[in-house]
């Protein structure tokens, strides 16, 4: 199985040429991420040498609550722009005349933007741990797919992120669980005991949220929660790969779901074909033309029947 990247690869790649060109042009390009982000990378004949990337996120109003634009404004506050179409949450301008040198490092960095964005509620979960408050922090949740959510919610020796996602296809459903029970069954390994405590159950959601309303209780829905200690997040370098890959974990599951689909498929589809193979060779030759046989001198010989035309000696005279 492989890990996903937490940067949106296509977009940096799309930066890094921009930047890189000799010779501004003029571009207008749409991409889209995991989630349901939509980036939109456009210059214009005016101002070419101005580069505006605007980003689309529809649980943007939700993570504002919980620190999204201070990270946005430490992160990337010299190029935040005001946002001048409403379709768009952020925007971002670059001078490609006035870039730092290293333009790579910059493209990978605008490429986080989604994953700097939405690390914002495992933040402040972290720093509610680090207070050393009394009971449970907040209850916060990032709705990032239609009826999907993140959970996050702090307490005194520990971090629950809870995943709610939804299976469509039965296949997916039986998939999905076969998955997340490996998940489940891995960590008693004791190669991998430090890893987050992970547990499964499907249509009854886990006791955080159940007080909720508008949960799915169905059996197209599954929940999925990660219990973080403090070795998984007290150290900074720790904590930042944490959550990024935490935040993947649900594009991670329905990628790999889907691998295993098509893999099966191909599997069947070289199934049919062996036996397709084995029908062909069972089937008896059917010759339209007769054998020809030959003489011992190298001659064909092909029998021919006639019929007599002569009547018999007893019908002639009467006698043999």
């Known amino acids: 199985m492989i890990l996903l990247e937490p940067n949106s690869y296509v977009l940096e790649e799309t930066l890094y040429a921009r930047f890189t ?10 991409l889209v991420d995991f989630d349901n982000v939509i980036y939109h990378v456009q210059s214009t004949d005016g101002q070419r040498t101005l580069l505006t990337l605007s980003v689309e996120m529809k649980y943007y109003n939700e993570v504002l609550a919980y620190g999204a634009e201070e990270i946005l404004h430490r992160e990337y506050g010299d190029y935040l722009v005001p946002v001048t179409d409403s379709q768009y949450q952020i925007s971002l301008q670059f001078n490609l005349e006035q870039l730092p040198e290293d333009k790579a490092a910059l493209a990978k960095h605008v490429s986080m933007l989604k994953r700097n964005v939405l690390a914002s509620p495992f933040l402040r979960a972290f720093e509610y741990w680090e207070s050393q408050q009394e009971g449970a922090g907040p209850l916060m949740a990032t709705h990032y797919r239609d009826d999907e959510a993140i959970y996050v919610q702090a307490q005194q020796d520990r971090v629950t992120v809870i995943f709610s996602t939804l299976f469509k296809e039965e296949v997916d459903r039986v998939l999905g669980k ?11 390994q004791a190669s991998i005991q430090n890893a987050p405590q992970v547990f499964y159950s499907s249509r009854e959601a886990p006791l955080e949220i159940r007080h909720l309303q508008g949960l799915k209780q169905d059996e197209s829905a599954g929940y999925v929660s990660f219990v973080l200690f403090p070795r998984h997040f007290a150290d900074p370098e720790v904590r930042e790969k944490t959550i990024s890959q935490i935040q993947l974990f649900r594009d991670y599951l ?5 691998c295993a689909k098509a893999y099966m498929h191909s599997r069947m589809r070289t199934r049919v074909q062996d036996f397709l193979k084995v029908i062909n060779r069972a089937k008896p030759d059917r010759t339209t033309v007769a054998a020809e046989k ?4 190298g001659r064909y010989f092909r029998p021919q029947f ?3 035309t002569s009547t018999s000696p007893q019908t002639e005279s009467g006698e043999w």
């Open 21 to 30: 060109s000799e010779k501004p042009e003029v571009v207008d390009i749409t």
């Open 294 to 297: 030959r003489t011992a001198t």
């Open 178 to 188: 076969v998955f997340l029970q490996e998940f489940v069954d891995a960590r008693r």
């Open 306 to 308: 006639r019929q007599s």
């Open 254 to 258: 329905h990628y790999h779901i889907k």
